[in-house]
Every structure is written in C-alpha cells, then in structure tokens.
C-alpha cells in the first residue's frame, strides 16, 4: 500500500487515525474522500459516479479535467491503482474493489450474531 494513503488502512502517516472499517458505500467513499488529495478525489470521484461503466484513460482524463499525457494525472491514476480504488482491465479503468466490496457487504442479509458453524 502507498504510504500516503497507509492512514485508510491503520496507519498514521496522514497524521489521523481513520474510523472503523467502512460498512456501506456511501461510508467507504466519504472515508477516502477524506484521506485522498483533491486530485486524486477527483479522478476517483468521477470513476464513482460513472461505476459500474468503464471508460479509457484519455475519457476519464478529459471527464476529470487533466490532461491525459500529463505526469500528475498518471501519477494519480498510479496512486489510485495501488490502493486498489482503481482497476485497469483492457485498457478501461474502473472504480476498483473496495467499492465492490462495500456494496456487497451493504447488500448482505443482516443474519444477527450467530455463531459459525462448529464453533
């Protein structure tokens, strides 16, 4: 993981100390919102509102307002990738797995406490 975004996973290195891990969207993208760098956000920020599509990157590039051949932006795109907020597939990003997996526990039948199986 980048050390600038260690913070989202326990660390300090942002200087905070995050909140418990995410259990909805809505918290896991207002918790890296508050982690990320505005550029970064932005890029993100726009993957997030077109998911599930796809999109390349020079029409996320464009969509974001960068400059596709600029360094930041690649450099973003980078940061995103090793956090694994973006996924690149065939040449097409995407919003990558932490928002799959937020969606997908926030879609879970609430069970209560029930111990496993065996256990």
Do not use: C
């Not at 200087?15 to 418990?20: D, E, F, I, S």
């Not at 207002?30 to 932005?42: C, F, I, K, Y």
């Not at 890029?43 to 390349?56: F, H, K, S």
């Not at 596709?68 to 956090?83: A, D, E, P, Q, V």
């Amino acid at each position: 993981m980048d050390p600038q975004l260690r913070a989202a996973a326990g660390g300090t290195r942002l200087g905070r100390t995050p909140p418990p891990t995410p259990l909805t969207p809505a918290a896991a993208v207002a918790l890296w919102h508050q982690v990320l760098d505005p550029g970064p956000w932005r890029v993100l920020n726009t993957l997030i509102g077109i998911y599930p599509a796809t999109v390349t990157q020079d029409e996320l590039a464009d969509h974001a307002g960068f400059s596709r051949t600029s360094g930041t932006f690649g450099g973003y795109i980078s940061l995103l990738r090793k956090n694994g907020l973006v996924q690149i597939q065939q040449g097409r990003l995407q919003a990558g797995a932490l928002l799959r997996l937020a969606e997908a526990v926030a879609a879970r039948p609430q069970t209560g406490d029930r111990a496993l199986p065996g256990a």
